[in-house]
Structure formats: C-alpha cells, structure tokens
C-alpha cells in the first residue's frame, strides 16, 4: 500500500513539472503602445531635445527680479493674464522708504529756508557796504556771500537726495516693461522677496519672482543640438524640422528662426550645473503655429528631428 501512494504521488508530481513547463512556455501577447513613439520622418534627420517657449526675438522668456528688497503686500495680476507695458504686476511694502522720501521732501524745505535767510543778511551787509565801505568789512561779507552759496548747494542737495529717494519709492511697485502674458508667479502675498528672487520651498533655491511671455503670438521650441552632430545640421534654406509632442502621436512642422551661436553645456534641459560627462549643445530656435485643439504650454519638452528640404519633399 506505501509503495502504490509513492509511486501515485511521484506520478502526480511528474505531470505537475510537466504542466507547469507547458503553462510556463505560454507567451501573453503585449499590449499595444498608448501612442506611437516618434520617428525619424527624414532619411538623414538629425535628433535633438526641445523645450517648448514663448516667440521671442532675442533670449527666452521674460525674467523680472524686483530692484528693491520687501514684502510683498499685493499682487494685482494672476497667471495667465494679459498686461500692457506699464502695468503694475507686483508691489512691495514701502512705508520705511516712504517715511524716507517724506524725510527729504521735508529737508528741501529747512534748506529753502535757510537759504532764503542767509541771502537776505548778504543783501543787507552788500547794501550796507555799497553804501560806505567802512560800515562792512571785506572779511564779513565775503563770509555772508560763501554761506549763502552754501545754504544754495545744500538746497541742490536736498533736492537730489528727494529726487533718489523718489525714484527708489517707485521701484517698490513692480511693472511690465512691455507687454505679455504672466507664465507664472513664484511668490506670494506676505513673503520676502530680494534681488536674488523668490526663495523656492522645494528645490531650495531662488527664482524670478514673475516669468512673462506671449501667449497670442506663435510659439516656439529651442532644441539643442549635439556637438558631435553640429556638421550635418542643413542649411537655414534648405533646412526642415518636425516636433513630436511627448505621450501623443501629434507632430507638428517646425519653422527655422535662428541658430544662437555659442555652444554650452547641456544643463538647460535638466537644471543640473555639473556633469561628469561635459556633453555639449548648439541651441537651434524654431517657430510653430499651435494646432487647434491640441494643449502646449511653455516648458513642456518634445522631441525635435531636423533634416533637408530633400528628405521632406519625398516624405
């Protein structure tokens, strides 16, 4: 009777090794990709990494750093939102500058009056003296004289001290230097802000305290293109590029605008200021029209393939 339960349960584990082998051996078919990963559309295309940015002629996006150190008090403005050159976006707490420019608006007056005061007592030693020389000595009024020119330069003073602070007064209100479109504000109603930034909780670092661009004109991409690839980047005639938008099959033609000549390290794209490897880019600027329906955003990152007319016509 043993004999017969060891042999049923050497069989039993046979069949169990030889379906599990089996069952092991069955391949499950993979699911289909969410989107179709971008692709080469040029014979000879060149690949690069992109970041999406606001058309601007010159640089990027608009990076404002107040000139004044404060606490932010209110912020009229909210991303997103279209402002006009001149147009308050910040403003910071002023009261000690203000009581400092009502200080000098006030120093204006004492100076006035002195100087009103010292140039009378010149007058009346000058007509005296005109009068009979021997009444006034050449020592007094020439004193008399000096220190009404005095009390005037202090009054030159005063003014230009109220002129400063003036000045100094209006850099605690922050305004757009042209017109745009907000991106983004990196602080709020209470903090301290310095002309270093806005401290940022997360990366603990500093940042701008506002970053403006332009929102109704076409968008563009700054891709960088690799040091080793430099020499098969076309011609601006003859050259044609394509963007693929991460995590969709949406690609979208691309216009040349210009190549910013000077190649630095690849750190714009990863934030990183020292790398182990010192790879190198050439940052190529194009620009697009943004679909219909289709979400960009500035800072969104794409891939970039640039080729020749060429390829693009017998694409």
């Not at 078919?29 to 990494?49: D, E, L, T, V």
């Not at 404060?70 to 000690?96: F, N, R, S």
């Not at 109220?162 to 983004?184: C, H, P, R, T």
């Amino acid at each position: 009777m043993r004999n017969k339960i060891l042999i049923g349960l050497a069989i039993f584990g046979i069949l169990l090794g030889i379906g599990s082998a089996y069952f092991l051996r069955i391949q499950s078919n993979p699911q289909p990709p969410a989107f179709k990963p971008a692709s080469n559309p040029y014979a000879k295309g060149i690949y690069a990494n992109g970041i999406i940015e606001t058309a601007q002629t010159s640089g990027a996006n608009i990076n404002i750093y107040p000139e004044v150190a404060g606490t932010v008090v209110k912020i009229p403005v909210a991303e997103g939102q279209q402002v006009q050159a001149g147009m308050p976006l910040l403003i910071l707490d002023d009261k000690v500058q203000r009581s400092n420019a009502a200080s000098a608006k006030a120093q204006i007056d004492v100076a006035k009056a002195n100087l009103k005061n010292l140039q009378a007592q010149f007058r009346k030693l000058k007509i005296s003296w005109n009068l009979d020389s021997r009444s006034v000595s050449k020592d007094a009024l020439d004193t008399a004289e000096n220190a009404a020119q005095g009390a005037k330069a202090n009054l030159e003073l005063a003014e230009k001290q109220y002129e400063a602070a003036n000045a100094l007064l209006s850099k605690y209100v922050i305004k757009a230097v042209s017109a745009g479109a907000v991106l983004s504000i990196n602080t709020a109603v209470g903090s301290y802000i310095s002309s270093q930034g806005s401290y940022d909780t997360y990366t603990r670092g500093f940042l701008p305290v506002l970053v403006m661009g332009n929102l109704h004109s076409d968008l563009g991409v700054r891709c960088y293109v690799d040091e080793i690839l430099i020499q098969r980047i076309p011609a601006p005639s003859q050259m044609r590029a394509r963007m693929f938008i991460h995590g969709t099959d949406i690609s979208i033609p691309l216009e040349f605008v210009r190549v910013q000549p000077n190649v630095s390290p690849k750190i714009e794209l990863s934030s990183q200021r020292t790398e182990r490897v010192d790879v190198r880019v050439l940052p190529v600027i194009f620009s697009f029209e943004k679909p219909k329906g289709v979400s960009i955003y500035p800072g969104q990152l794409v891939d970039v393939y640039i080729g020749e007319q060429t390829d693009a016509a017998k694409k």
